[in-house]
């Protein structure tokens, strides 16, 4: 497949995605009450609050960085089960990493050297983030601002789990596969490009964007499972071409999933009241419509 081919493909993807999201909206008569209905549930609580490009979004990669560094303390049980098992997986994969390395090359054939060639592209920013900018551009100049939203947020999300994932990468300097080393060769802090293996980049680059493509789409059948589907085989082809181990997808990928997660809940509005009053308008009924959360 052609680059400029799958470049139009990547654009036409996430183009439609915002066509859908505007096919999927309610009838022209309930146009009215779903503008006051979603701002009422935003004020409410938990509901996505616009993002625009503004001052203050450009503020919130260093609010939104800070915050995340500084979530452990913070975290409940939950959260500390949840980094255990995380760093259990992951110590797990880096126990076994020259036994898979070596299972998946002896296995690798053409097939999946084309899945790979494939789905590598969307672990590179040279290809995603065009795709966002048209997303962003959509939004603008049809006043979609979920779709805005959407590529603003999955830029920030792309910049600051890169940013943690080269920290990472210059902190440790582990030997790559392809070269022929031990998965226990690290090299240790250095300002050097050579010997960045942990984490893996391509995964970072594919789940920052398609957690937040993901979970903003959600209502969305078919988009979950296809964004989270083409990211796994990103971080999958980065093993299948040795130039990764199994344990860096996993954890850049689990890393980057977090991250996004995190920043979409940093772009939620806090919960207001329990009660809330919904004008309810479409072509059978006109009325209000009154909830409470016990």
Avoid at 227 to 253: C, E, I, M, P, Q
């Amino acid at each position: 497949m052609k680059m400029a081919t799958v470049k139009i493909l990547l654009i036409s993807v996430l183009l439609i995605i915002g066509f859908v999201d505007v096919s999927l909206s309610q009838s022209p008569e309930a146009k009215q009450s779903s503008d006051c209905l979603d701002q009422t549930i935003q004020a409410k609580g938990g509901k996505a609050e616009k993002v625009e490009l503004d001052k203050g979004y450009c503020k919130g990669y260093i609010t939104d960085t800070k915050s995340i560094l500084t979530s452990p303390l913070r975290w409940e049980r939950a959260d500390w089960m949840k980094a255990s098992l995380i760093a259990g997986i992951t110590l797990g994969l880096y126990a076994c990493d020259e036994n898979t390395q070596d299972w998946v090359q002896e296995n690798r054939n053409d097939t999946s050297d084309d899945i790979a060639r494939f789905a590598k592209i969307f672990g590179d920013g040279k290809y995603t983030l065009p795709p966002l900018a048209g997303l962003f551009l959509y939004g603008h100049f049809s006043e979609n601002s979920k779709a805005r939203r959407v590529a603003l947020l999955s830029l920030e999300s792309y910049v600051v789990s890169g940013f943690f994932t080269l920290s990472i990468k210059f902190a440790g300097h582990r030997h790559r596969p392809g070269e022929a080393d031990s998965p226990y060769v690290w090299d240790g802090p250095g300002l050097y490009r050579e010997n960045q293996s942990f984490p893996s980049g391509h995964a970072q680059s594919a789940f920052s964007i398609a957690t937040v493509i993901a979970s903003e789409y959600s209502d969305i059948e078919v988009i979950p499972p296809l964004a989270y589907g083409l990211a796994t085989l990103t971080a999958l082809s980065r093993v299948n071409d040795n130039a990764h181990w199994s344990s860096d997808v996993f954890f850049s990928s689990a890393l980057s999933y977090f991250t996004a997660k995190a920043i979409i809940r940093r772009h939620k509005k806090d919960k207001g009241n329990n009660l809330i009053v919904l004008p309810l308008i479409d072509s059978k009924y006109t009325g209000l419509l009154l909830s409470y959360q016990f």
